[in-house]
DNA sequence: AATTTTATTTAGCTTTATCTAAATTTATTT
DNA sequence: AAATAAATTTAGATAAAGCTAAATAAAATT
């Protein structure tokens, strides 16, 4: 049923990503994302147009279909599973099991990913907080703010993490910050945005504003 | 380290089952085992020779070299560790693992198949009974016989079964032989050549010539 | 030993996914 | 509104992996 090269999934997934925040994609953004020329990118396109996967004029920039976008959200599910599995099972550290399921990605059989899911036991979220489309494509969207945007003594847990590598990993396993983490703000300095931060009932900590604008968190429900 | 395409991977796998039993593999078999045609194989031969993997001169049949098998190991572990994820974890039966495994083979990364092969708990066999070579690609070789050449009287274990399709399959759970199963022969049929074959102190029941060519026993140690 | 058959290789073409360099379109400045 | 710059597309090449048809070598027969 759905059959596409490695190449061809390689695009659709990043056009998907780069839609999320740009509604319109263009070509050297594409070509820069893929580390490819734009040249390439142009071809790809007319194929995938083709396929009836993208909506494209030359020089209007693209977008996916309908069609494009569940296409792109089942490349998705399989790459955040065997996130999952990689993490959860096989004992990968955070930042090495981006580039494993880069590969396990592109293995494409629906029962295997259906059956490696439950295995799992249907997990809703990829080791960097991401959320794992389910079988039918559909996705759960939560309001994810930057932790430099929480505001002052309002509790949230920490849902995701922009940076993937292993530098920041490190340092936030030494503050003994994780995914699920519930965690306040208890200060902000001007001088150089670094923010005052308490877990629970522990002593507060200070983070730099670089670490923090990595933090992406949920603001808990009860919002006062 | 080890980087080869998809297609090489599956030349080298294909080379190294068939000279088990050949020794020397010709083009026109290479071909048959991979559904291409005899063209196909010279081109890729002459890519393998450059590379070192296999010894070949023109006309003259060809045969993976010391570093060819070593390859052919490594793809060959892939394969099953994936055979016995697929069947062990995931339930997939035995006839369904071995083409989700085809796909899952050539996802190269050496840390990936370790921590697979410990997260399985270092299985030795496939489910089909096949040995798994371990990390330095060294393999088990036990001495099974087909279990037609079984002498009378003797009991053996279930190691193997040649044939992978679901109608095996069926058959096999019916007869409720399973590998690892124990089992003697009682009598032999010299008319259609079927067997009377016991299963530890069970009723004794017939199998099929056709059924007893493709299932294969190490015979217990204490042969008589 | 010559001929026929079979197996293998070579030559040349196709498709996919790249690339570079040139051409063209769109956007930005003056 | 030209002119320049930037972005995009087209044209033409290349490499991998396959194919068909023709050529050649080896094996089998007469």
């Given amino acids: 049923m759905l059959n596409y090269s490695t190449s061809e999934e390689n695009y ?5 990503h780069l839609q999320q925040q740009d509604g319109m994609v263009t070509t050297n953004e594409l070509a820069a994302e893929l580390n490819t020329k734009p040249a390439s990118v142009t071809d790809m ?18 977008r996916l279909t309908q069609e494009g976008n569940k296409v792109a959200l089942i490349i998705i599910r399989r790459h955040r599973l065997w996130e999952f599995f990689l993490a ?27 059956k490696l899911d439950e295995f799992l036991g249907f997990p809703r979220v990829d080791p960097h907080g991401d959320p794992i489309p389910d079988a039918n494509g559909k ?3 939560s309001k994810k703010i930057c932790l430099t945007d929480l505001p002052l003594n309002n509790t949230a847990v920490v ?4 940076d993937q590598s292993s530098e920041i990993l490190e340092l936030l396993e030494h503050k003994n910050i994780n995914l699920g983490t519930r965690l306040e703000i208890k200060k902000k300095f001007e001088f150089d945005n670094s923010l005052e931060v308490r877990i629970g009932r522990q002593p ?4 730099s504003r670089q670490l923090a604008e990595n933090i992406f968190v949920t603001p808990s429900a ?3």
């Avoid at 659709?12 to 998907?16: D, L, T, Y």
């Avoid at 959860?88 to 099991?97: H, I, N, P, R």
Wanted: glycine share 2%; no cysteine; hydrophobic share 40%.
């Fill in 139 to 141: 996705i759960e969207i």
């Fill in 88 to 114: 959860e099972k096989l004992k990968f550290t955070w930042d090495e099991v981006h580039e494993v399921a880069e590969h396990l990605e592109h293995v494409s059989n629906e029962k295997l990913i259906n």
């Fill in 222 to 224: 009860s919002s006062k």
């Fill in 159 to 162: 849902s995701n993490v922009s």
């Fill in 12 to 16: 659709i997934k990043a056009i998907f």
């Fill in 45 to 62: 396109m007319k194929k995938l147009k083709v396929k009836k996967l993208l909506n494209y004029q030359p020089y209007q920039g693209f």
């Fill in 204 to 207: 507060a900590f200070t983070i």
